[in-house]
């Protein structure tokens, strides 16, 4: 289990999870054009999992992943964490910002 914790992915929210998809992107030195040939989605899907206002989807995010030749099973994993962390009801329009004080 120390393996899943110390994931780049792991770090519990939504956010940093989209920002360790762009880190594996940019190690792979892959674009996103390169990917969209590898799996069964556009070009423009994969750059707005990364980069988009919205968190991917758990089969988008698996083949992100899978489309940058890594195995998706552990980033599942991780994907299945920050929605049960998070909240998948706080997903369905847009990511949330910084907590807000009252």
């Not at 991917?56 to 994907?79: K, N, T």
Request: glycine share 8%; aromatic share 10%.
């Amino acid at each position: 289990m120390p393996a899943k914790r110390n994931h780049p992915a792991c770090d519990g929210c939504a956010r940093g999870y989209m920002n360790a998809l762009s880190r594996l992107r940019a190690k792979k030195r892959i674009t996103f054009r390169a990917m969209a040939r590898r799996v069964p989605y556009s070009a423009t899907s994969l750059y707005n999992a990364q980069n988009g206002d919205k968190f991917p989807g758990r089969q988008l995010a698996g083949a992100f992943v899978q489309a940058c030749g890594e195995s998706p099973d552990i980033w599942i994993f991780h994907w299945d964490r920050v929605m049960r962390c998070e909240g998948a009801h706080r997903y369905d329009s847009h990511l949330p910002g910084p907590p807000h004080a009252t």
